[in-house]
């Protein structure tokens, strides 16, 4: 059945209580049936609307001119007086909502994937065929209409919106390594040996995913994160340095901070706080740029020339990869397992932003556990291995990918704050902030707010309210008597917290009701981890 694409003349109220409903509701499918309630009037016409309901004041369309009109006010005041009428004329839920857009945090708890499903179930298409159209074409109400008209299968691909990234599976070491990829068929061609597995460094950068090339928007060059947003701003070098691609491509790769070869040694990535000095900002200074500088390392090609690539196995993308930097290149590229070519070539001062990731071929565990080795002693995190016969799939988490990294020793913390989380955890104490001991006293050293069970946060939450110290709204300081167990990915020196440290990629591993806080880890114990890392950044 065919129905017509959504208008953009619908009431902004009912996006709002839509909104609202979707965070005051736990569970997928009670969520899913409040969008499809939502979306199905939007597919009727105007006129048979209007028939049947009194005109909003606040449209859609209302709210996408206001927004226009906002972004293209020039200076603070004129953009306020902007933002103030287009509050007035909007009722109390309305503004509720509006202000979120503008903040961009809409947070109701409903991932994108479930809004996909909505629109599959009231326009009866298959769920597949509408998240590769989306995919392909990147613009959600160009698929609607497609959707609603039966015309998804000749979506085509389209520069500059964000693909799902693909993902890897983390393993424990180099036997367990080995053991998934021999048990896993599915992760190569059955022609393939079980040595068709490609290693590569794995890199501690910003995973980035590069658009270029297109000769109907020339110099037009985006950088999108794994959360698809657009961080080309904190790297103005990299979007000059490919403004003038011969071709139009997507790679997949790292954005990370370099330090060029020199008399003292091969050039190498440099640990992410130094990357983290460029993130968020509206203006990179000189300075900055000469102090961290920044390439991109590919390791992957999505689309070349207008073709998507992600049905071809890694082999056939990874030569389409290597010749295409070879004459987009001046340098040769590095031959074989050749990690110190690249590491150690020669290169003038303003050195290459595009990198090739070097990739050798698995043929033994020993000569894995010699590349895990040797990428630790470049400083980088671990190593990749990734099956040359697999595809790639847009934000998949398998088998055909797996990382091997150094995990560094857990922590036992108590938590000193929690506040309420958003979306269906809106109404929980969800996010901790939690301390180590230093003496007598506590010192913060991060936040957390995964890894615990909805059961988990409902105990929590019960426990630590009667338990708070003092309640500031949504956060809340509490008495230091939960403990947690946390891992991470590193640690870095922070002014963020009392301690002086921060945790990288903090994730709550258990509760601890069998130890007490007077057993908790302690700030020498952190300070211990800290040193211990090879890959922590220079001491100022």
Sequence with gaps: ?????????????????????????????????????????LAVPDAARAASSVPPTLTLADVEQAFAQIAAARGPAPRLQRVRQLLACATPLEIKYLIKLMLGDLRTGVKQALVEEAIAQLHEVELPTLRRALMLNGSLPEVVAMAAAHTLPQAQMRLFHPLGFMLASPVAGVEEAMARFASKPDARQASEPPTAIQIEDKYDGIRAQLHCGDPAQPGRVTLFSRNREDIGISFPELIEAFAAMPEPVVLDGEILAWQPASATGAARAMPFAALTQRLGRKRVTAQMRD?????????????????????????????????????????????????????????????????????????????????????????????????LASPYQPGRRGLAWLKLKRELA??????????????????????????????????????????????????????LKEHTLEDFGHFRSVEPLLVLEVAFNNIQRSERHNSGFALRFPRIVRIRDDKPVEEIDTLARVEELYQSQPDKPPEA
């Design 1 to 41: 059945m065919t129905r017509p694409a959504p208008q953009t003349s619908a009431p902004f109220d009912a996006f709002a209580r839509c909104n609202d409903a979707l965070a005051a509701t736990p569970g997928k499918l009670a969520r899913r049936e409040i969008l499809v309630a939502y979306l199905r009037p």
């Design 291 to 387: 102090q961290i500088p920044v390439v991109f390392m590919a390791f992957d090609l999505l689309a070349r020339h207008g073709e998507l690539l992600l049905d071809q196995p890694l082999s056939s993308r990874r030569q389409q990869l290597e010749a295409f930097l070879a004459a987009a290149s001046p340098l040769a590229l590095p031959a074989g397992a050749a990690q110190s070519s690249l590491f150690a070539a020669e290169e003038s001062a303003d050195f290459l932003r595009l990198k090739l990731a070097p990739a050798t071929q698995l043929e033994s565990a020993a000569q894995l556990d010699r590349a895990y080795q040797d990428a630790r002693a470049r400083g980088n995190e671990g190593v990749m291995l990734k099956a």
């Design 410 to 463: 857990t922590l036992d913390v108590v938590v000193t704050g929690a506040e309420f989380g958003h979306g269906k955890r809106a109404h929980v104490l969800s996010d901790y902030t939690f301390a180590v001991r230093d003496g007598e006293e506590l010192k913060n050293i991060g936040k957390a707010y995964s890894g615990l069970t909805d059961a988990e946060i409902a105990a929590n939450t019960k426990f």
